[in-house]
T-cell receptor, first 116, second 107 residues
Framework: NAGVTQTPKFRILKIGQSMTLQCAQD?????MYWYRQDPGMGLKLIYY???????DKGEVPNGYNVSRSTTEDFPLRLELAAPSQTSVYFC???????????????FGEGSRLTVL | GNSVTQMEGPVTLSEEAFLTINCTYT??????LFWYVQYPGEGLQLLLK???ADDKGSNKGFEATYRKETTSFHLEKGSVQVSDSAVYFC??????WGAGTKLIIKP
């Protein structure tokens, strides 16, 4: 019962470095999402995908890129890391809903990123 | 615009106490409302939801009623256990999220 798997769990980056957060789900869900959670704040949607080959921006997409070449995988790329990107990142998947609506979201355990 | 306001934590209670975690919202239209829970070291999990006014969501002894007249979706449980210690998130249509309320239950 793997569900949604995120790697790495923790990472420290220097300003200007690049990295990819990996996300994989084994539930055959069409919909996948990336959120970030800053201290004391609610989740903010970064990008989402309604199926392989289709991605779209959420509320806070600047500084990030995504791709969805398969149903299972939805990696999040940070090209030039900045201190403002220090956050906890959550990947989620769902089998219902157009965007993030009434379908239950299944979350990974989160990836804590620090940019120094 | 749409927003969700959740009670600040941490909330500390003794085992078997009554729990209320407040959640109020502002929204246009008729959004669905959700409570998610995050146990230590795990991802968020759906706890309960309500899709229209006066609906009551319930799960694991927790309940929340969608109150349109007071724009609220407060989470309640009659008798909490140590195992309920977690962070609880209120969400509006799973697009707008509260900041989370940490609940600590002492034996």
């Amino acid at each position: 019962n793997a569900g949604v798997t995120q790697t790495p769990k923790f990472r420290i980056l220097k300003i200007g470095q690049s990295m990819t957060l990996q996300c994989a789900q084994d539930m055959n869900h069409n919909y996948m999402y990336w959120y970030r959670q800053d201290p004391g704040m609610g989740l903010k949607l970064i990008y989402y995908s309604v199926g392989a080959g289709i991605t779209d921006k959420g509320e806070v997409p600047n500084g990030y890129n995504v791709s969805r070449s398969t149903t299972e995988d939805f990696p999040l790329r940070l090209e030039l890391a900045a201190p403002s990107q220090t956050s906890v990142y959550f990947c989620a998947s769902s089998d219902l809903g157009d965007r993030v609506n009434t379908g239950e979201l299944f979350f990974g355990e989160g990836s804590r990123l620090t940019v120094l | 615009g749409n927003s969700v306001t959740q009670m600040e934590g941490p909330v500390t209670l003794s085992e078997e106490a009554f729990l209320t975690i407040n959640c109020t919202y502002t929204a246009t239209g008729y959004p669905s409302l959700f409570w998610y829970v995050q146990y230590p070291g795990e991802g968020l999990q759906l706890l309960l939801k309500a899709t229209k006014a006066d609906d009551k969501g319930s799960n694991k002894g927790f309940e929340a009623t969608y109150r349109k007249e007071t724009t609220s979706f407060h989470l309640e449980k009659g008798s909490v256990q140590v195992s309920d210690s977690a962070v609880y998130f209120c969400a509006l249509s799973q697009e707008i999220w509260g900041a989370g309320t940490k609940l600590i239950i002492k034996p």
